[in-house]
């Protein structure tokens, strides 16, 4: 059984940054994605970026640039280092796991992702 769990959000000023955490465990990364997904109110969730056990890393044109994913392989642990953040970033961070031999796990969609974290919040204000 796959079992994620996020951490590291909380209230920031525009232009601060934050570091968000996704310990895995059940997850062998031989053959695997990981995904962060944010949803704001009212909104459908987005994905943000995606990494594969391959080390293939992609994403969203809304977050490149400014945020970076990786992973602490020892600790099973992904990363998500969000950099000059805006009030638009505000919303409920997710991670997901699937098993996926194809290191391009981007644009699968939510129905895609087969395990999700709980999420944890993220509010910018400016």
């Known amino acids: 059984e796959v079992n994620l769990r996020e951490s590291g959000g909380g209230s920031v000023q525009a232009g601060d940054s934050l570091r968000l955490s996704c310990q895995r465990s059940g997850f062998t990364d031989s053959y695997g994605c990981i995904g962060w997904f944010r949803q704001a109110p009212g909104l459908q969730r987005e994905e943000i970026g995606t990494?594969?056990?391959?080390?293939?890393?992609t994403y969203a044109e809304s977050v490149k640039g400014r945020f970076t994913i990786s992973k602490d392989n020892t600790n099973n642990i992904v990363y998500l280092q969000m950099n000059s953040l805006t009030p638009g970033d505000t919303g409920m961070y997710y991670c997901?796991?699937?098993?996926?031999?194809?290191?391009?796990?981007?644009?699968?969609?939510?129905?895609?992702?087969?395990?999700w974290g709980q999420g944890t919040q993220v509010t910018v204000s400016s």
């Open positions: 990494i594969h056990s391959g080390g293939t890393i």
């Open positions: 997901a796991a699937v098993y996926l031999a194809n290191p391009y796990c981007d644009g699968r969609g939510e129905l895609g992702w087969p395990d």
